[in-house]
C-alpha cells in the first residue's frame, strides 16, 4: 500500500494564481518528517519544505507555505501567486522515525504547469 | 508496486571496498538519476543518463561512476568507498514528451561505511 499519496498527477494554472497540491500520508509512528520537494528537468531536486508534526520548519519561504493537518495525516503545499517559473514536478515525501533504513518515502508527483 | 528496483536494500561495507548499485526501470523511460539524499533529507542530483548522453555533477567525486547497458538500467558504482559515502542513494526515472511528465524514485539504497 502507498504511504504518501498524492491524487492529482498533473495541474495547470494561470501565471498570479494561488495554488494548493495534496498530498495524504499514513504512519504509525509518532515521529516523523514530512517534505515537499520541487522537481526541475535538469534532474535536481530542491527542497521546499520541512515540517514536523509538532513545529514548522520551512526550508523554503516566500511564496511557500503549507497547511498540515496532523490528525488527517494530510500535508499540502501552497504556493501563492504562480509564475511560469513554479513549472515543474512536486513531490511529498515522508521519513518516519525510528526508521531502520533512513529512507524517504516519496509520493508519485504532482506535475504543475504555469501559463504566463 | 514499484516500477524503479534498486538492489540492494542496505548495504555494510569497510572504507576502501568497492560496491555496485543496481537500478532498473521497467516503465519504459528514456532518462535515469541517482540522487544522494544526505542526513538533513536533501537530495543531491549526482547522475542523469538520458539516450546514452551521461550529465555529471561535478562535485561528484571521481571514485563515483555510472554504468549504464541500456536505457532501462543505471548502475552506480563507488570505487573506494570511504565513510562520507555512508547515506541513502535513491535511483529515479523520467519520461518527458510533449504534454506528459512521469518521474518515479525507487526505494533507496542504504549504504553504511565502517
Known amino acids: 500500500a502507498q504511504k504518501v499519496i498524492q491524487v492529482w498527477s498533473t495541474t495547470s494554472r494561470q501565471e498570479g494564481e494561488k495554488l494548493t497540491l495534496d498530498c495524504s500520508y499514513k504512519t504509525s509512528q509518532v515521529l516523523y518528517h514530512l517534505f515537499w520537494y520541487k522537481h526541475l528537468l535538469s534532474g535536481e531536486m530542491v527542497l521546499l519544505i520541512r515540517q514536523m508534526p509538532s513545529t514548522i520548519a520551512i526550508e523554503r519561504s516566500g511564496r511557500y507555505s503549507v497547511v498540515f493537518q496532523k490528525s488527517r495525516k494530510s500535508i499540502s503545499l501552497v504556493i501563492s501567486t504562480l509564475q511560469p517559473d513554479d513549472s515543474g514536478k512536486y513531490f511529498c515525501a515522508l521519513w518516519e522515525h525510528p526508521s531502520n533504513t533512513d529512507k524517504v518515502v516519496f509520493g508519485t508527483g504532482t506535475r504543475l504547469q504555469v501559463s504566463p | 508496486e514499484t516500477a524503479v528496483f534498486q538492489t540492494p536494500n542496505y548495504h555494510v561495507t569497510q572504507v576502501g571496498n568497492e560496491v555496485s548499485f543496481n537500478c532498473k526501470q521497467t516503465l519504459g523511460h528514456d532518462t535515469m538519476y541517482w540522487y544522494k539524499q544526505d542526513s538533513k533529507k536533501l537530495l543531491k542530483i549526482m547522475f542523469s543518463?538520458?539516450?546514452?548522453?551521461?550529465?555529471v555533477n561535478e562535485t561528484v567525486p571521481r571514485r563515483f561512476s555510472p554504468q549504464s547497458s541500456d536505457k532501462a538500467h543505471l548502475n552506480l558504482r563507488i570505487k573506494s568507498v570511504e565513510p562520507e559515502d555512508s547515506a541513502v542513494y535513491l535511483c529515479?526515472?523520467?519520461?518527458?514528451?510533449?504534454?506528459?511528465?512521469?518521474?518515479?524514485f525507487g526505494p533507496g539504497t542504504r549504504l553504511t561505511v565502517l
Open positions: 543518463y538520458n539516450n546514452k548522453q551521461l550529465i
Open positions: 529515479a526515472s523520467s519520461l518527458n514528451r510533449g504534454r506528459s511528465y512521469e518521474q518515479y
